[in-house]
């Protein structure tokens, strides 16, 4: 099992579009992907979920990834946050 | 599209006693402002379809599941076309709302949600569809955000267009013949792209927010529209007038009301007609000499008006506001998005910012400045910049990855040395080498400088063969000039911006830049100046940067020049 902490810095926090981007690389691999913010979690695969918790800018969220691929998936992620979000 | 929706509005002159209420009884509704201008003309409300889903029991839940997949597809189908449809007549900001619903449309908590519903209770697609989409918009509904609370509606749109495939139901919604006024509870974006937009004189809506679809359409469109009016259901087909400044809607207008609104909308219609004639024209002389008419901007936000009024580009990008408004240092990503969006917005057109020009008269916490006896002359701009080299290195970066997405120009304030142009090069080299080795992409910028103090203009000739171009700032260059503080109110009668000094400057600069080889422009106020337009001409300037605002009255004084004589 793999996690980052990431701090969210658009204006708009996730909205629909990175949120969906996001959720497109998430389900690009195998292994579970969740995202936790304030100990609530969604599954990264799924965008209805994701944006369902309200991530706005200045709040820190942690993306856990498990099973196959998880050091990729949270390479690729956490790279995907900071160049997007 | 703007310039075509933008005349409709005028389009319906035709109002006469016939549309005068019999009984004089005009009713005033406020409502809330999302753009101004006036419209006259028909009411016509918007028919939602009829959602009315029955429940029913199915025997085959395996064959129910397959119709719901098969809708399911079909929609996506939809929401494909429609999102190639406002691709092209309202572009990609509008556009990806629908890319955003293709995606609600594969998400696995709403499928399965759906799935469960048609097993666990053997019950009909349709119902099942629209009790998960009532079910997920709740949740949207619930939250404290603004931007999420709107996406209920997204939700909802989604769901309602499976629905309907499911039903087979046919167009209802807007069934005006002639341009007309449309009144709606909100409209969905889907409803809102399938639109004839030539008949849409405004929007008034009953719910909605001032970000909805609806209020980003009507920016768009430049037509005026309104939120938040609860009107009765009997105003359709009625005569109606939007004040969208005022933000109100008059239903049923007596004689006298109208005429107030006629005189009103001629005066836009006029107005509107000199811009739109001028719009489109090039910034030539009456003897075929063409300069570059750009626009002064100090946000993402005014762009919209810069391609309104017909601007060639922006000549001058202030990049303050991005530390002005941020408690910290803004970062590469919040600049380099800031960056990019204008330059995608410009589509091509020519970008020029302007990096870092703070002082100590505009104050930032963050950056530690201090006070100063004397600010105007004091650390600032690129001072700062060659100081505190980090800080510009992360404005450079941001900018060059940026400059991949458009023309981009990269301009420097306060410059008095060629070795200051040095020194700014062989950071903006290292900065490339950086993102080389990264391999991020970028192009190669024009750079250029300001020339706003009267040791850049002694200078221009040897700054203008170290680079492509010069703005010249005629405020700064006006107060340093001629020593006057232009925030001393005592000064004001012997502050002239006329001063034999200052356009002896401006000409010296054109005249130099160009023989080291720089195009020369005007940034500064005297740019707007029409009394001063042909004087620049003849000087052989390049290029005007001016407000947005003022963009078609420069246009106006340049074509009504002739070099010639």
Request: aromatic share 6%; charged share 25%.
């Given at each position: 099992?793999k ?5 969210i810095?658009?204006p708009?926090?996730?909205h629909?579009r990175p949120?969906g981007?996001f959720v497109k ?8 992907v ?7 979690e969604?599954?990264?695969k799924?965008?209805?979920?994701v ?6 800018q200045?709040?820190?969220i942690t993306?856990?990834t ?5 050091a ?5 992620l956490e790279?995907f946050f900071k160049?997007?979000l | ?13 035709h ?5 005068l209420s ?9 409502g ?9 003309g028909r009411?016509?409300?918007?028919k ?12 085959d839940?395996?064959?129910?599941l397959?119709?719901?997949?098969k809708?399911r597809v079909k929609a996506q189908?939809?929401l ?7 691709m092209?007549e ?7 709302v629908?890319e955003v ?8 908590d709403?499928?399965?949600q759906?799935?469960n ?12 569809v ?13 939250m404290d ?5 709107g996406?209920a ?5 989604v769901c ?17 013949t002639?341009?007309?006024i449309l009144?709606a509870?909100?409209l ?7 639109l004839?937009?030539?008949l849409?004189?405004?929007f008034?809506t009953?719910?909605?927010?001032t ?11 430049g037509?005026?529209a309104?939120?938040?009016?609860d009107?009765?259901e ?5 005569m ?5 400044t005022?933000?109100?809607?008059i239903?049923d207008?007596?004689s ?11 005066k836009?219609?006029e ?6 004639e001028?719009?489109?024209?090039p910034t030539e002389t009456?003897?075929g ?8 901007i100090g946000?993402?936000g005014d762009v919209?008006?810069?391609l309104e009024?017909?601007?060639?580009g ?7 506001f991005?530390y ?14 800031a ?16 990096t870092?020009d ?7 916490d ?11 002359l ?20 941001a900018?060059?990855?940026a400059s991949y997405?458009?023309?981009?120009g990269?301009m ?7 070795d200051e142009v040095?020194?700014?090069k ?11 080795d ?10 250029g400088?300001?020339?706003e103090?009267?040791?850049?203009v ?6 203008g063969?170290?680079?492509d ?6 405020n ?7 020593a ?23 000409q ?9 080889g ?8 005297l ?8 004087t620049?001409?003849r ?13 078609l009255?420069?246009?106006d ?8 004589k």
């Open positions: 099992m996690e980052f902490n990431y701090t810095t658009d708009e926090g996730i629909a949120a981007l690389q998430a389900a690009g691999f195998p292994c579970a969740t995202i936790i913010k304030d100990g609530k969604a599954d990264a799924r965008i209805l979920g944006m369902g918790l309200g991530v706005k200045g709040q820190e993306i856990r498990d099973g196959d691929q998880e990729e998936a949270a390479e690729a790279k160049e997007n | 599209m703007g310039a075509k929706a933008g005349i409709a509005v005028f389009a319906p002159v109002w006469t006693g016939i549309f019999e009984k004089g009884e005009e009713m005033e509704l406020q809330k402002s999302v753009f101004g201008g006036v419209a006259i009411i016509s409300i918007y939602k379809k009829d959602n009315v889903v029955k429940r029913t029991k199915v025997d839940v395996d064959a129910e397959e119709r719901f997949e809708a189908e939809q494909a076309g429609l999102h190639d449809k406002a092209k309202v572009g990609e900001a509008e556009a990806a629908f619903h293709q995606m609600f449309l594969d998400d696995l709403l499928i399965e759906v799935q519903i048609v097993k666990n209770e053997s019950i009909n697609a349709e119902y099942a629209a009790r998960t989409g009532d079910n997920m918009s709740e949740m949207f509904a619930n955000d603004e931007y999420m609370r996406r509606a997204d939700v909802l749109d309602n267009r499976v629905v309907s495939v499911l039903q087979g139901a046919g167009d209802t919604g807007f069934t005006a002639e341009p007309s009144l509870d909100d969905a974006p889907s409803e809102t792209v399938q004839d937009k030539s849409v004189l405004s008034v009953r719910h909605g927010s970000s909805s679809h609806t209020a980003i359409l009507a920016r768009t469109m037509i005026p309104l939120i938040s009016v009107y009765p009997d105003a359709d087909g009625k109606g007038i939007v004040d969208g005022e933000g109100k809607i239903i207008p007596d006298a009301t109208i005429e107030v609104y006629k005189k009103k909308l001629e836009e219609l107005k509107k007609k000199m811009l739109q001028l719009k489109d024209k009456i003897d000499h063409s300069i570059h008419l750009y626009s002064n946000g993402v919209a008006s810069v009024n017909g601007s060639e922006v000549g001058l990008f202030r990049s303050e991005l002005l408004e941020s408690s910290d240092f803004p970062s590469e990503e919040t600049q380099f998005k960056y990019r969006t204008v330059l995608e917005n410009m589509a091509g057109k020519k970008v020029i910012i302007r870092l703070i002082g100590a008269d505009k104050q930032v963050y950056l530690n400045l201090g006070d100063e006896e004397n600010p105007a004091g650390y600032r701009a690129i001072r700062i910049c060659l100081t505190q080299q980090d800080i510009f290195k992360t404005q450079l970066r900018l060059l990855r997405y458009g023309n981009l990269i420097f304030p306060m410059i008095i040395s060629v040095h020194q700014i062989d950071i903006l080299a290292e900065v490339k080498k950086e993102l080389d990264a391999g991020v992409q970028y192009k190669d910028p024009e750079i400088i300001m020339v103090t009267p040791a850049a002694l200078l221009s000739e040897e700054l063969k170290e680079v171009f010069f703005s010249i700032g005629t700064d260059l006006t107060q340093y000039t001629l006057i503080d232009r925030q001393n109110a005592k000064l004001e009668n012997i502050n002239d911006p006329h001063h034999p000094a200052v356009l002896r400057a401006i010296m600069t054109i005249e130099n830049g160009h023989k080291g720089a195009w020369v422009g005007i940034c500064g106020e740019g707007a100046d029409t009394t001063l337009t042909e620049f001409l000087m052989g300037v390049d290029e005007l940067s001016v407000s947005p605002g003022r963009t009255s420069v246009r004084a340049v074509r009504k020049v002739d070099l010639s």
